[in-house]
């Protein structure tokens, strides 16, 4: 084959594979927003991640051994339930939790944008949310 045609064919072959590429992970795809971070450096470690199911936790060890950190989920109703918890030389505890009605679908940075703004049990409900109770049996009379 002469070299010019092997160059050509080479340039297609190319272009096509970024074309494909493009598509899978470019600018107009929804962006996976599940993430980890952690460092092991430094006199205070820390992690934390998230998923794109609507879960996250974070955490950080002190100088003094002593671990703070949070964790939270929507739960399949749609509440957002998160914990605070230390874990020290008198154990683990959770030293606070929060409840908060967000809708089952919400994305969990604006369940946590919500829930920041919330009072603790709140129930407050994101606009899109919108409850769907099932109605219950009519009571008509005793059966013969």
């Not at 064919?9 to 795809?29: E, F, M, N, R």
Request: proline share 6%; aromatic share 10%; net charge positive.
């Amino acid at each position: 084959m002469p070299p010019h045609l092997l160059f050509a064919a080479a340039i297609v072959i190319v272009c096509s594979v970024c074309g494909t590429s493009a598509k899978i992970g470019g600018w107009d795809t929804v962006p996976n927003t599940q993430y980890h971070i952690q460092t092991d450096e430094g006199p205070e470690r820390y992690f934390k991640y998230q998923t794109m199911s609507g879960q996250y936790r974070k955490e950080k060890r002190l100088q003094d051994g002593t671990v703070v950190g949070s964790y939270g989920w929507v739960d399949a109703n749609g509440i957002l339930r998160l914990r605070d918890y230390i874990a020290d030389d008198k154990g683990y505890r959770i030293v606070r939790t929060k409840m908060v009605k967000v809708g089952v679908d919400t994305p969990i940075d604006n369940a946590i944008s919500v829930a920041k703004k919330s009072p603790a049990n709140s129930a407050a409900e994101i606009a899109a949310y919108q409850s769907n109770p099932q109605p219950k049996p009519a009571y008509l009379g005793q059966y013969q």
